[in-house]
């Protein structure tokens, strides 16, 4: 990867729930534009060799790579500019938080988990359901400030409070 272009990622299963057949549209949309990201996706799913193919196909083979599985992605995060997620699912992101947690902007489409954690404070930009344009001018806006706001404090979304607060339900449901 060039250490001097700006790295936007995908953390995310490569499937079609998360999005991922739109990331080549992404990539081809800021591919003539300044300063012109270079895409990472990181994650492994049905679609990752017709990610890569379409990719390829589009002439953004030195512009894009597809890791596969990422077993820690705190390096992929350390590194990234922007973290892009395409999902049209609500829920909680899980991609989102680590990168809130960790002060990365992204960009998402506008769902469920996305929106509350910008009502949290981290630095996001939500644009509509298939816009690939819109999410591509969000990453480059953001590619553009200067300043960015701190990470949001996670720790009541981290994958140890999330079981704690079940295994407490659970054990209430079953006391009963």
Do not use: K
Request: net charge negative; proline share 7%.
């Amino acid at each position: 990867m060039p250490a001097d272009r700006p790295l936007v990622a995908s953390i995310a299963s490569v499937e079609a729930r998360n999005g991922s057949w739109e990331l080549p549209r992404l990539a081809r949309a800021w591919h003539e534009r300044e300063p012109r990201p270079f895409l990472l996706v990181a994650g492994r799913g049905p679609h990752d060799e017709a990610v890569r193919r379409t990719l390829c196909e589009a002439g953004l083979t030195g512009h894009s790579l597809v890791l596969g599985q990422v077993p820690d992605v705190d390096d992929v995060l350390a590194a990234a500019d922007v973290i892009v997620l395409l999902t049209r699912d609500g829920g909680l992101p899980e991609a989102l938080v680590l990168a809130a947690a960790a002060g990365v902007p992204f960009v998402s489409y506008d769902i469920d988990g996305a929106r509350e954690l910008r009502e949290l404070g981290a630095d996001g930009i939500l644009v509509a359901h298939g816009d690939v344009e819109a999410a591509a001018g969000a990453v480059e806006h953001l590619l553009a400030a200067a300043d960015r706001p701190p990470g949001i404090d996670a720790t009541p979304w981290s994958r140890d409070a999330v079981l704690a607060g079940y295994r407490s339900v659970m054990v209430d449901a079953l006391m009963s």
